[in-house]
């Protein structure tokens, strides 16, 4: 067991402070208010402020105490941390209604539909935290705010449990987290929880009411599923790939213009819209970070203008099961959720040749259910459409895919290479070099060329030799060595004690620059060692 983690009470009274800013700037005051004479206004208000207020103390938390740095990638850390705040938000604002001495309506939590999105795309915390919550208090506004309050105190509580199961279905993705979580002592006022399991100070909230909040956290603990994802990295971010940033911009740009009052778009009474897009490149080639910044620009454009949107990304892992008929009805329910949501949504399918075998390589029962289940699905998007959502499908090699599902999106297929000029190789350079380590840069912008023109001709030789792609993913892989060698120096004396500003003062006179060519280490001596290394490795 790791050692009790308290959730201090100064930090919880802020973030419930927080909280009703969140609450004010989605208008679920305004439905409430207005029934200021009942009782249920106050329970539903000061429920709904433990839930954000109880997530945001936690999330700040459980960042500050870095227990799970070492795992895992930064956004499926960040998502962890999300879902599991979310999750004890959800269960205390259950615990705040099932204190309270009254009798709830409850209408079913299926009003709030089949997934929620847990994980955002963001590097900046307070941005990510803001879309978190207002995901949260868009759906729950949505379907509450024609209630009466009687009614409406129901359905909050049937949201807490639909966000607390929505949390458990995605635990499943984050074991090793998870691992971590249940050896955790945390301590939310009289609530403790160590990973999902949920225990309740019977003393404040007496034995019948903290036996059934307990009750109905573990019931959710019980089922499994899958976390939905959008995403926050810029088109100017992504070099080349210039077909497939135009037609999904295209794309977005088009189910955007989806009227949500009328369920309707314009678009669609002159030409049928483009449903599903086939994307073909090898790893590296920028496929994934094209769908992250597709998806980002579509959120810029419905934050701007007040569009309700969805970018959900598919895995194995989304929807594969260890019972074989179940990964078809997964797949189901999230083409349904797209086809019955009445906005815009971008659904992406990553490497989908390792989920969905070819009918040759279909041996098992579930692959081939899969299967078909995919081929009627991707069938019916077209017809179904009412030009509000479009589907991104991808793979590393177009041969992997099943014959019978490329006729149905030939007509969009788009060939990805990566970087395809010197100019991009340059602009990827400049782009993982950006933030921490932009203003060690000292590199002219002939020498910049320089570069630029050595990755382009090594890129044609090794594609000739070798058919490798000198992608964008080796760029990274340079850019991360030069990144690890220069934060690896001695920490002087007084340093833990130090100001930032120190710091950073400290590290520009300390840090050797990044230079064109310096003793071995300069950029361009370390992109000529990477390429000798690839070349060693295809000779061996």
């Known amino acids: 067991m790791l050692d009790k983690i308290k959730i201090d009470p100064k930090d919880l009274e802020n973030a419930f402070l927080d909280s009703k800013k969140y609450l004010d700037q989605s208008r679920v005051y305004d439905p409430i208010i207005s029934n200021e004479s009942r009782k249920e206004p106050e329970i539903i208000l000061g429920s709904l402020e433990k ?58 939590k299926n009003l709030f539909g089949k997934s929620f999105d847990f994980r955002k795309y963001e590097y900046d915390k307070e941005i990510r935290k803001k879309l978190v919550i207002n995901s949260a208090l868009d759906k729950y506004v949505s379907v509450t705010k024609e209630m009466s309050p009687t ?29 971590i979580a249940e050896k955790i002592h945390l301590q939310v006022n009289s609530s403790t929880f160590n990973g999902f399991n949920y225990f309740l100070a019977e003393k404040e909230f007496g034995k019948e009411k903290a036996k059934k909040t307990k009750e109905i956290s573990d019931k959710l603990s019980t089922d499994i599923g899958n976390i939905c994802v959008d995403s926050g990295v810029d088109l100017e971010d ?137 081929l009627q699905l991707l069938e019916g998007i077209s017809t179904q459409n009412r030009g509000n959502y479009i589907v991104a499908v991808s793979t590393n090699k177009e041969l992997d895919s099943d ?81 690890d060698s220069l934060y690896n120096f001695e920490k002087p004396p007084g340093w833990f004690s130090m100001e930032d500003s120190k710091r950073e003062t400290f590290i520009l006179n300390t840090i050797r620059p990044i230079k064109f060519r310096s003793g071995g280490k300069g950029l361009f001596d370390l992109t000529e060692n990477y390429v000798a290394k690839l070349v060693g490795a295809f000779e061996k």
């Open 238 to 374: 992504i070099a080349g790939n210039i077909e497939l940033k135009k037609k999904l911009k295209r794309g977005i740009e088009n189910i955007l213009t989806f009227n949500t009052e009328k369920k309707a778009n314009i678009l669609t009474k002159y030409t049928r819209l483009p449903s599903a897009y086939y994307v073909v490149g090898e790893p590296g080639t920028g496929k994934t970070l094209t769908f992250k910044a597709i998806a980002a620009y579509g959120e810029k454009i419905a934050s701007a203008n007040k569009i309700p949107f969805t970018a959900r990304h598919i895995t194995s892992s989304t929807f594969k099961s260890e019972y074989f008929a179940k990964s078809a009805k997964n797949l189901f329910e999230i083409f349904s959720d797209m086809q019955e949501s009445n906005r815009p949504y971008f659904l992406v399918i990553e490497d989908f040749d390792t989920i969905f075998f070819s009918r040759e390589n279909s041996k098992t029962e579930e692959n081939k259910s899969i299967l078909g289940e995919l």
């Open 151 to 179: 009614i409406q105190l129901g359905s909050t509580y049937n949201f807490f449990e639909w966000i607390a199961e929505q949390a458990i279905k995605g635990k499943n993705e984050y074991e090793d987290f998870e691992d």
């Open 403 to 483: 014959s019978a599902l490329i006729q149905r999106l030939k007509e969009n297929i788009i060939h990805v290479k990566g970087p395809e000029t010197a100019e991009d190789y340059i602009n990827v350079y400049k782009t993982h070099l950006r933030n921490s380590l932009e203003e060690l840069v000292k590199i002219s912008d002939s020498e910049w060329q320089e570069i630029g023109e050595f990755c382009f001709e090594k890129h044609k030789d090794l594609w000739e030799k070798y058919w490798y792609y000198f992608s964008g993913r080796d760029i990274k892989n340079i850019t991360t060595a030069i990144a």
């Open 51 to 108: 839930f954000i207020g109880t997530y945001i103390a936690v999330r700040n938390t459980l960042e500050s105490t870095n227990i799970f740095k070492d795992i895992g990638d930064f956004f499926t850390r960040e998502a962890f941390i999300d879902t599991y705040s979310m999750y004890i938000g959800a269960i205390e604002g259950l615990a705040c209604i099932n204190k309270a001495d009254i009798s709830i309506n409850s209408k079913g």
